[in-house]
């Protein structure tokens, strides 16, 4: 597919979304120097700086590639007609425009878990006893120290990041190196922080529904995050060279998916039984967990604490 | 400046009037959560077979939730719409799919325990937190909406660690609803497959 192919299909999309009202910046920048830029965190050797984009290369290329597989999937959800504003109001409440090319991926994700990812969480669960799997996952977690704690100290939440260094410091060493959570034992439980809820922290707000292959139900913002995390924030992603590190760090993320999937054995399973359109259910639910989650970042609420009865 | 004073008066008074009230339904909404709890959680881990488990389990969701009003939430804006005839066969089945869906897996929640927390009123209801410990998983932290608005005040929504469970279920539905030509008779259907089907 060629470029110019390409632009056919983005201003064929825009069309499709005359509100979006976008256009090729070609069109309405003859003079590249005269383009809008972005500004956008950028490596430079070694560093991230913050640098000018021109808005042609950041974010018009990945809004054609979204354009182009939108189509190529079925397309993006229509909007219901202005004159039923029930409608309306659902449909911005959803604010899913990808709808059709999400329940793809969906699905796909979906029958990939099913013959893969569920499977071994289940001989994970049905091998391993209870104590052990707490285990791995208490090691999981406090390996994720300095990404939470980086994600508190940028939230501007110091509390919370005292909690998440008490909590290094005597699971490390109480903890038999984090394996088991002294830490929560002695009132200090454990709490999400990631580059998506800073974001969020900071002010972006959440943009549309994502579902994407591997990261699952999402949306811009978490998925930047996510990416953040992963490969600037995450100090384990810097150290080390060689086989033996690469094979860790491989062990370590398919771990954390094992773990993370053998968590929700039981829910996902519920999920998908009792609703009508599991599909719509995990959209719901993601999103107001996460909201949960950065309100929660927002107020410094410690996650399972209530004000007792008097 | 008498005027200004008086204006500054009447929300105080206003206030000082909802006061009381507002006390006392959180009072009653605590006691309500928390007395229903202890029902729960004894039926849970008390003696008897899943059969009279089950039995128990529907007596007490029909004496503490409003699962009218519940219904009528997650039919949302279809309600309107809906025959009188729909809307009784869906009453009755959105009160069997949900029994089943809470007392199916009763065997699970074995060992359960609950700590209930303070109450706290909002706009139109009150909000009850707690923390639902099971063997071999986290704690969580679920909130009971309590709300007076059909009589006596009873259960309204379910918040399990933020998710809303009726918000949730109307979700669920209005997805479905809108992939069937907006047909409420075929959100019946589907609703009666559910509440036969084994589970």
Redesign the interface.
């Known amino acids: 597919m060629g470029e110019q192919d390409l632009i056919h299909l983005e201003v064929a999309y825009c069309r499709m979304h005359a509100d979006m009202n976008e256009m090729s910046d070609q069109t309405r920048f003859p003079d590249p120097a005269l383009a809008p830029y972005d500004i956008a965190l950028v490596p430079v050797r070694g560093r991230i700086s913050w640098l000018r984009v021109p808005m042609r290369l950041s974010v018009r290329p990945l809004a054609t590639a979204l354009a182009a597989l939108c189509l190529a999937l079925g397309g993006c959800a229509m909007p219901p007609p202005a004159d039923d504003p029930?409608?309306v109001a659902?449909y911005k409440e959803?604010n899913d425009p990808l709808e059709p090319t999400n329940r793809v991926f969906y699905a796909v994700n979906d029958a990939l878990d099913t013959v893969i990812l569920r499977p071994i969480a289940l001989g994970y669960r049905a091998v391993l006893p209870?104590p052990v799997r707490?285990g791995v996952h208490n090691v999981l977690n406090n390996l994720g120290t300095p990404v939470t704690l980086a994600n508190d100290l940028m939230q501007g939440n110091s509390r919370r990041a005292g909690d998440t260094m008490s909590r290094f410091l005597l699971n490390t060493t109480l903890g038999i190196g984090g394996l088991i959570d002294v830490a929560a034992e002695r009132g200090i439980p454990d709490h999400p922080a990631d580059f998506g809820m800073t974001l969020a922290v900071w002010g972006v707000g959440d943009g549309v529904f994502l579902f994407l292959p591997v990261l699952g139900p999402t949306n811009p913002r978490d998925a930047v995050g996510f990416g953040m995390d992963s490969f600037v924030l995450d100090p384990w992603g810097w150290v080390g060279h060689g086989n033996t590190v690469r094979n860790l760090r491989y062990g370590r993320t398919a771990l954390s998916a094992v773990d993370a999937r053998a968590m929700v054995l039981?829910d996902f399973d519920?999920v998908k039984?009792?609703?009508?359109?599991p599909?719509?259910?995990i959209?719901?639910?993601a999103r107001?967990?996460r909201?949960?989650?950065i309100?929660d970042a927002r107020n410094d609420v410690t996650?399972?604490a209530?004000?007792?009865?008097? | 400046m008498l005027h200004r004073r008086l204006l500054l008066l009447t929300p105080a008074a206003l206030l000082l009037r909802a006061g009381p009230a507002r006390a006392d339904a959180v009072d009653t909404a605590q006691a309500l959560v928390d007395k229903l709890g202890r029902e729960l959680i004894g039926v849970v881990n008390g003696a008897g077979s899943a059969t009279e488990k089950q039995a128990a389990l529907e007596k007490l969701i029909d004496r503490d939730v409003d699962i009218q009003a519940v219904a009528r939430f997650c039919l949302g804006r279809f309600w309107r719409t809906a025959s009188p005839d729909q809307l009784k066969a869906y009453g009755e089945l959105f009160r069997a799919v949900l029994v089943k869906n809470i007392t199916s897996k009763v065997g699970d929640y074995q060992g359960v325990t609950m700590t209930v927390g303070k109450g706290q009123a909002r706009e139109e209801d009150v909000l009850v937190g707690s923390v639902v410990n099971r063997p071999n998983n986290a704690p969580n932290r679920v909130d009971w909406v309590v709300s007076a608005a059909g009589g006596a005040p009873r259960i309204i929504d379910v918040i399990a660690e933020g998710t809303s469970m009726r918000l949730t279920q109307r979700s669920d539905y209005s997805a479905f609803l809108s992939r069937n030509n907006n047909d409420v008779q075929a959100l019946i259907d589907a609703m009666r497959k559910q509440a036969t089907q084994p589970g």
Do not use: C, G, M, N
Request: glycine share 0%; proline share 6%; charged share 30%.
């Open positions: 029930d409608a659902e959803t209870s707490t039981d519920k039984a009792q609703a009508l359109d599909y719509a259910t959209r719901s639910l107001q967990y909201t949960k989650q309100d996650p399972q209530v004000k007792k009865t008097p």
